[in-house]
Every structure is written in C-alpha cells, then in structure tokens.
C-alpha cells in the first residue's frame, strides 16, 4: 500500500526526508565544532569538515574537569530523578482523572502552575529552602527541586492518557473483586505504558540538561553534573568554544544512544499498549 | 463504585506525595514571589512594604509591554508551528505505511536531545550575516536577499522563536504520537485509506480522539512561549538593545543585573497570572468530557 | 590536570606521612616535624575567574606563590560563572558566602548594605596594604564610602581605539581626528571591502565603552558623570554624541549583524587585517601585537571637531573602579582570609606585571618584568602621567539601574530605529 503513497505524494515524502536531515544535522554539526579552533569555528569554516581534527579539544575537556565523576553523578541524578517523578505523578494523576473526591479538579490546576514558573524567579527563595532542610551539596539538593519541578507536566500528561481510557474498566475490575491498588497497578498503568515510557525519556532529558539549578545549588567538586562542566571554557572576555563543543559532545552523545535505544521500548509499548486496549 | 474509586486512604496515599513535594518546593517559593513583589528589596537585606508601586511602576515602563509583546509573539509561533508540524509528522509516523519510519521517528526527536546551548550555536551561526548558512543559500538560489534577522531589531524575535519552535517541535511529535498509537486499532483503520482522504479522515476522526493531547501541548507551546528565556540569553542577550526581552529575562534584569528582587518579583507575578488565565482558557475551550470510544 | 596531580600528590603525602607513623597514630600529627605549632593546614574557599588561558594563568601564578609563602593554607577554588552575580548573591542569600571572592562594585555596594562583606581597613593597614598601591590607583582601593572591601588588582585599566597602520597607508587613509576625517576613512575602507570598525557588539559593555568614547569628546566626565549625578542625560553632550554614534554607523563604520558578534568573531577581523580599527581595553595590547606586530597601533578619539579633538584628546575612556579579592564577613578565619585575599591581590599584579607585559596594575611591583612591554604599551604608559581625565567600564558604575539602562540603551544606537532621542529618554526614566 505505501507504494502506492510513495507514488502519489512525492513531495510529501521529500519533505519527510529533508525535515529528517535538517534534524539530524545538528548532531553532525556538533561533532564538527568540537575538533575546530575558534577561528574555524567563527570564520573560515563555520559548517563544514574540520580542516584539522583538533583532538586537543577532547584532551582539554577531559582534563579541565573530572569527567567521569560529573558524569556517574548525572546518571544518578537524573535516574533517581526519573524514578521519583514518574511514580509520584502517575499516582496523583491517577486519583485526580479517575477517582471521585471533591477539590480535584482545584488539585490538578493547582500542580499545574509548576509549568508556568521560570526557575530563575524562585531561586533565591529555593536555595533558602535546600539551606533550611540541611540538604545543601547533597544529591537531594537537586534530585528533590527536579522532581518538584518535572512533576507538573508529567502529571498533566499523564492526566490526559488516565482521561481516555474507557471508565467501564474499573467497573469490571470491581466487579472481579480487584482492589483500587491492584486495578491502578494491574490494569491502569499498562494502558498508559505509552506516556510512561515518552515521560522518561522527557523527564531524563530536563534532568540530564538542567544547568541554573545545579550551578545555584552544587558547590561541592563531588557532586557536580555534567552541564556545570561548561563553566570552565567559558571566560569574561573569551571562550574556547572548541574544548566547550567537545564537553558538550560527551555530555550529549550518551543521551542521543540512550534516546534510540529506549525510544525502541517506546515503540514495543506502544505496540502492547494499543494491543491491550484494541 | 464510589466506595471502590472514592477511597479515602488510597485516594491520600495517591496525591499526598506529589502535593507535598509541589507544595513545598514549588509553590511556596511562588507564594514569596507575590509576597515579595508588595516589596522595595535587593533581595539580601530586609526590604521595605510599597504595596501596589512595583506594579505601578511596572505598568509605565516601556520594556514590560516589549516583553509582553514578544512573550505573545514567542507563544503564538510555537503553539503554531510546534502542534502542526507535529502532528503532520506524529500522524505519518504512526499510520504505518511509510518506509524508513524507524529512523524518521528517530531523527525528528533528535533536536530536543541536545542541549540548548549546542542548538543556539549552531543557530547562531546560521543566522550570521556574513558567514551565515541562511545566506548562502539565499545565494546559491540566486535571490539577491541576504537576511540579518537576528540583529534587526524588528525580526530578531521571530527569528528566536523559530529556533526554540524548531528544536522542541519533536517534544510534540512523541507526544502526538504517543497518543497516536494509544487509539484503538479500529479507529485507525479508518485513516489507512489514500491520499487526501486519509488526512480527512485523520481530521475527522484521530484528531478528535487525541484532544486532551492536544490540549496539553498547548499548554505547553504557550507557556512554553510566555516563560521563554534561555534561547535569547544565549543568542542576543536580550538584544539588539532591549528588543528580544521577555518577561523572564526583564525579571532576570531587574534582579540580578540591577539588584531590584521586589521588582523582579512582580514582572515574575504577572508572568505567573498570565499563564494561569491561558491555560484555563485553553481548558474551557477544549472540550474537557473524556473522550467516549 | 593541576587539580587532579595535586590531589594526587597530596594523597601520596598523606600515605607516606601515615605509613611513617607506623605505630603511634594518635599523637601522629603533633610529631611530624613542622615549623612551630601554626602546622595544621586551612583550607579557604575561593570564587575567582578561571576559564580560560589568561584567567588561568593569573590564578596558577597566585597559588604556587602561597604554596611557597603560605603553605599551611590551601585554597579550594570554585570557578566563577557568567552569570551576572547569581551565583554569588544567592550564596549571600544562604549565607554561604566563600571565604574570599572577586567582587567588582555591584557585589560590593549590594553586600555592604547586607552585611556580607567583610570590611577590610584594619586588615589593609595590617598588610601595609595602602603603601604598596600606586598613588594613582588608589581610588581602587577605597569605596565611595572611604572604607576598603577588596584588594585591587587591576589598575586604572582604558578603553583604546586601535587601528591597523598598514591598511591605513596602504589605502593612504589619513588617522582621523575629526568626525569628517572618520567619516572619509569609512568611506575609502568600505570601497575597498575592509570593515571600518570592528566591535563585539554582542556584549553590552564595549558598546557602551563605545558611546563613551564619543561621549567623552563632548564632556570629558562621560558616562561617569552620569553616573554620579554630576551632569545630566540631558545635557546636550550626551544627546550629540547619540546622533554622532548613530551617523557613523548610518555611515557603515560597524560591520553587518554587528550586535551579534562575539569577541572571538570581531578580534578575528581585526587580528587578521580585514578590519582597520578595533576597540577593547588596553589588555588587548597583548593580544593584537601577536597578531599584528607593529602594525597594530592606537590613536586618540577622534572629536567631532578639530579644536574638541585637541582639547579632549588625553581625556580617555575606561578607568578602574572598587573591586577585587574581597572576603566574606562570615567566614571563620577573618584574619587568615584577608591576608590571603591581600596576598593574592598583590600577586595577580606581579602576574600581570612581570609575565603579561602590563604596566597598568594597582600595586607597586619590585619584581623585574620577564616580558619585554610592547612598542604600544611603552606609548600608552608614556601618555599616562598626562592623562588629563577617566570615566569608567560599564562594571565600574556603581548605580545599577543605570548600568542596565545604558548598557541596553548603547547597544540599541548601532541597530537600526532607535533614535538619539529615544536613548536619552531612557537614560532619564532610569535615572529618575
């Protein structure tokens, strides 16, 4: 049947193909920059093929900084953070988009707000908060404000999927005796299995990216993420791009392999997901 | 039925942790936010109670209505851009009868994957005058035209709000297809016919169903828009003079750059309110009954 | 790699200090030989530039220099962030303050009124701190409330035109005194395709050094008199040298797209011969002379006429301002951390001195340059005793409000629809 598409629209299928590239583009560009000196970068050759692979780059941005340790500790950060949000939100979507209880409509508005808040403004009254609890240079100091933070959209996602499951389920699910934990467990969260696994993916991203926070919150030389590992290319009057393009490609290239292989699981969820429900 | 989905226990058990740790980590530093706006205060020292002036003051200067302008700007090309590209692409993904889907649902993503700052470099340098990719091909084309959209004080918005719409286009796209594949089969196979039918019936029928989807990724192209500020940070710094400031950027002036927190917080406040009212716009106006199959 | 060899190194002494103990490693610390009872080791924190090649080497310099005199203190540094103070001033929000930290004048006028700022007068006279200055960079070192908070460094730093002799002879350009002269200069560059000027107009405190050097022809207090409320955006000054601003660039004297160019992007023209004039401050000399050798030379801001230009021509732009290694007024070791701060203060100008070829530095240096000065350095320190006038960089004014307002406002003036007018309104509503 597609040949028949194929055949008809070729300019659809064009546009799919060039849209692919001009997003694929930029991970090329990436790994370009990080072997080019500033003058490459900036003038004789901004787009192309490094003239001269610059492998000083890579030297310099794993030397600057104890890349491993940053590194082992954005992977905890960000699982943990992943963890914690996707379990907390599923719950309270759950309860807000299918169980009865006065105020949940005022509940989900009220957790909704988190979106609209740019983490600058509340920085200084957030930094206070992380210094009253004790939490100041712990990993929580971080993993708890990302939760707080990635919380409200994931629940508001979620919310959504919870709303177009058919209400009949719960019915049946009464009726064979389950109870509310079991039918949330058994039956709720491998319809939504879908949202869960794209969350994860969104939810790993802004955890594994996040810079204002970490750069606020984290003092501690062992507890330093990846992103912060910027701060030592980037002087008051000049900036060795090169060495930042290649801290910037080993921060980012793990999160491109471990995008493809998870978006695989999305797809087999996905798959499942649309099984149980047709 | 009700005993069974209005448990008490479970029903606390389900959202105390999530409103506890909102409450408390979120909120509450809002709550100081609007508290702190009433105040004359560099956010160190005690501050002093001007009640409603910050807002006055806010209400006469020239660069709160640039920032409200270009917020509205920024909103209104992501939710437009973001949401149609999406759903083009989510809906072609999904149905199945492309070749090489596997690598184009891959590839789309790849963007929001990267960190900002490698994407406003890399956008920095196809906009630039004179090295610029943008105007290279303009003149391989042959058109005279040379672009200079960034430092114009005109343009430099929209080409800002094109770079953020592009990179976070693929956010909609999985989530679109997301809510894609979780319709039912039957309903799909409705748009498995040809052509120009197909997205008829797409319109007619997929759209419809994923309507709570869509309606989350307004709220998150919009206030997405409204809260921008990374992208001009990096690319303008609010520039070229005071052209590219949004709201959170002129609370990132305010606060940091002069040390007037109490003013800050009440640009900030009003950011907050804005969004509020928009997205329960966009829950009135999106049927908000759950989708019956 | 410094960091990771000296905790190697320091954790191979650790070793070996443990395995010589041997047996008694409870009184272990009290028997190692040591120079009198001061043996235990203090670790201060400090928040300093170090990001790149320049910045580094100040600090390794610095630091090998304790290591020898001081070396029962270790500093734990945290590299400072771009990010227009936030850092700092949340870290005085939770009163985490490091122990010693660069401050320039906002730091210093916020966190005095806050309390977060230790004030330095009695450690200064203890470290005969006042003596070893420069007579002429003393206001350096006082704040406008005649107190000390930091330890200056930097000097009375300026603001330079420089310009590429060759391409001016070669295109037989007269070096421009006059707004007319410029303008011609301007025109000749441009039919030959080489960019007038060349400015990283990104960052909005060359443009606003920019605005000063026009504004400085017509009133020598420039921006600073704004700043401290003795002149007036009003005056008519400032409004012509807005529209001389806005002529020149009408003119073509700025590259294309100009506001988006970084450093690295505008120094890249000049340093490689397609740009005739270049500004930045006089640290630059090191930087073009590599480039340029003696090609590359500064001249005196052109004025909108010849006998301003004559009158003003000594009047730079630029100057120092408070600012420097401060200390956190809630540190432990007050006493420690100053002398350290001093020290460090005093030794980022022997760096700057000895081994970067700048005579332009707070402090005096007895120490031998290892550099020789550049041909342009030995000028300008030749035309620094007759300077007749300075203002400031836009981190050296101290209202805040203005500061941002003119540092936007500048910017503004090189693009497009903004006019003289609209530049001194601003300047007004923020000064109210």
Redesign the interface.
């Known amino acids: 049947m597609w040949m028949k598409i194929r055949r008809k629209q070729p300019f659809f299928q064009i546009f799919l193909w060039l849209y692919a590239l001009v997003s694929v583009y930029p991970l090329i560009w990436m790994l370009f920059y990080s072997f080019k000196d500033n003058n490459e970068i900036f003038v004789t050759n901004p787009f192309g093929f490094p003239k001269k692979l610059r492998f000083e780059n890579y030297v310099s941005a794993m030397t600057e900084f104890n890349v491993p340790k940053y590194f082992l500790n954005s992977v905890f950060v960000s699982v943990v953070t992943v963890i914690g949000t996707i379990a907390i939100a599923l719950l309270f979507a759950y309860a807000v988009a299918r169980m009865r209880f006065r105020g949940k409509t005022l509940a989900q508005m009220y957790i909704v707000i988190g979106m609209f808040v740019p983490v600058q403004v509340i920085m200084i009254p957030l930094a206070i908060l992380v210094r009253d609890f004790n939490l100041t240079n712990t990993y929580w100091s971080l993993i708890l404000p990302y939760i707080a933070f990635n919380v409200s959209f994931s629940t508001m996602v979620f919310y959504g999927f919870f709303r177009s499951v058919p209400f009949d389920l719960e019915e049946a699910a009464c009726i064979d005796g389950a109870n509310i934990y079991q039918t949330f467990y058994r039956i709720m969260l491998p319809l939504v299995t879908p949202a869960i696994a794209t969350m994860v993916i969104f939810v790993f991203l802004a955890a594994w990216n996040e810079f204002p926070i970490a750069l606020m919150l984290i003092s501690d030389e062992d507890l330093k993420t990846l992103p912060l590992g910027l701060l030592f290319f980037q002087g008051q009057f000049t900036t060795d791009w090169g060495a930042m393009g290649a801290a910037m490609t080993i921060a980012s290239l793990p999160t491109v392999l471990v995008y493809i292989l998870f978006s695989e699981q999305v797809e087999k969820a996905m798959t499942v997901g649309s099984a149980v429900k047709g | ?2 005993k ?5 226990i ?2 606390t ?3 105390a ?3 506890l ?2 409450t ?7 709550v ?2 609007f508290y702190r706006s009433m105040f004359e205060w ?4 005690e501050g002093t109670f001007i009640f409603l002036d910050n807002y006055k003051r806010m209400f006469e200067d020239s660069l709160f209505y640039t920032s409200l302008y270009n917020g509205l700007i920024f909103a209104v090309i992501l939710a437009v851009l973001q949401i149609s ?1 999406g759903t083009v ?1 989510a809906l ?1 993904v999904s149905d199945g ?4 889907r ?18 406003c ?2 956008w ?2 196809m ?7 943008i105007n290279k091909i303009f003149e391989a084309l042959g058109l005279s035209y040379r672009q ?1 959209w ?5 343009t430099a918005i929209f080409a800002i709000a094109l770079v953020n719409a ?1 990179q976070y286009m ?2 909609h796209f ?2 679109l ?3 894609a ?6 309903y799909m196979e409705a748009a ?1 016919i ?2 120009a039918e197909r997205w008829k019936a797409h319109w007619k029928v997929t759209i419809p ?1 994923m309507a ?2 869509y ?2 990724c307004l ?2 192209a919009i ?1 997405g828009g ?2 921008a ?1 990374a992208n001009m940070y990096i ?9 590219t400031y949004t709201l ?1 950027y002129m ?3 305010s ?7 109490g003013y ?2 009440a640009s ?1 406040a009003f ?2 309110i804005e ?2 009212i928009v ?2 716009a966009i829950n009135r106006l999106i049927a908000r009954d ?4 | 790699m410094k960091k990771a060899m000296s905790i190697l190194l320091s954790s191979v002494l650790m070793f070996s200090l443990a395995a010589c103990g041997g047996g008694n490693d409870a009184n272990e610390s009290a028997d190692t030989p040591a120079n009198g009872g001061e043996e235990q080791t203090t670790t201060l924190r400090i928040y300093a530039q170090y990001s790149d090649e320049d910045t580094k080497g100040y600090y390794d310099y610095a630091v090998a220099e304790l290591a020898k005199e001081m070396p029962n203190v270790k500093l734990d540094l945290e590299v400072q962030a771009q990010d227009d103070g936030q850092k700092l001033k949340s870290y005085a929000a939770t009163g985490n303050l490091p122990d010693i930290f660069n401050a320039g004048q906002d730091q210093i006028n916020l966190f005095r009124k806050s309390n977060n700022i230790l004030q330095l007068d009695e450690y200064a006279k203890k470290a005969n701190f006042e003596e070893k200055m420069q007579p002429s960079a003393l206001n350096t070192l006082y704040s406008d409330d005649q107190h000390i908070y930091a330890f200056p460094y930097a000097g009375n730093e300026f603001v330079l035109l420089y310009y590429n002799k060759e391409l001016f002879e070669q295109n037989n350009v007269k070096v421009p005194t006059t707004k007319e002269e410029l303008v011609t200069a301007i025109q000749t560059f441009q039919s030959k395709g080489i960019t007038p000027m060349s400015v990283f107009a990104k960052e909005k405190w060359i443009t606003t050094a920019l605005y000063d050097i026009f504004a400085t022809r017509y009133e020598p207090k420039g921006i600073k008199g704004l700043d401290t409320g003795e002149t007036k955006p009003s005056d008519e000054a400032y409004t012509k040298a807005a529209q001389d601003l806005i002529d020149l660039v009408k003119a073509g004297m700025l590259p294309k797209g100009v506001t988006n160019l970084n450093y690295d992007q505008a120094a890249a023209l000049f340093h490689e011969g397609k740009a005739a004039m270049f500004v930045n401050g006089q640290w630059e000399v090191e930087a073009s002379t590599k480039a340029l050798g003696d090609k590359a030379g500064y001249m005196y801001y052109p004025a909108p006429t010849a006998e301003l230009y004559e009158q003003n021509k000594l009047a730079f732009s630029g100057g120092g301002s408070p600012g420097g290694f401060a200390v956190s007024a809630n540190t432990k070791h007050k006493d420690l951390a100053a002398e350290v701060a001093s020290f460090m203060a005093l030794k980022y100008a022997e760096f700057k001195y000895t081994q970067k070829g700048s005579p332009i530095v707070a402090t005096q240096v007895d120490k031998e340059a290892e550099k020789e000065f550049d041909p342009m350095m030995v000028t300008l320190s030749e035309d620094i005793p007759n300077i007749t006038s300075t203002t400031a960089f836009a981190w050296g004014l101290s209202n805040a409000k203005f500061k941002a307002a003119i540092e936007d406002a500048s910017q503004n003036l090189l693009v497009d629809g903004y006019s003289a007018e609209q530049f001194i309104s601003d300047l007004e509503s923020a000064l109210k």
Not at chain 2, 181 to 186: F, L, T, V
Not at chain 2, 235 to 243: A, C, E, K, L, V
Not at chain 2, 290 to 293: C, E, G, L
């Open positions: 039925m009700n069974f989905l209005g448990n008490k479970a029903i058990l389900f959202i942790p999530a409103l740790l909102f408390v980590l979120v909120f509450w530093p809002i100081q936010v560099d956010g160190l020292t590209i692409l072609t009868l492309i070749k090489g596997k690598i184009l649902r891959i590839s789309y993503f790849i963007p929001v994957v990267l960190s900002i700052t490698v994407v470099q890399l920095l340098a906009y630039n005058g004179e090295y610029g990719l200079d960034l430092t114009d004080s005109k592009w693929g956010y999985a989530l297809l997301a809510a594949r979780s319709i039912p089969e039957q498995k040809d052509g169903l709570e989807t309606k989350f709220v998150l206030t409204l809260n500020f690319m303008t710094g609010g520039g070229p003079g005071t052209s959170t609370m990132y002036r606060a940091f750059r002069v040390g007037e927190f800050g917080s900030a950011l907050v969004c509020l997205t329960f759950r989708i019956v199959y």
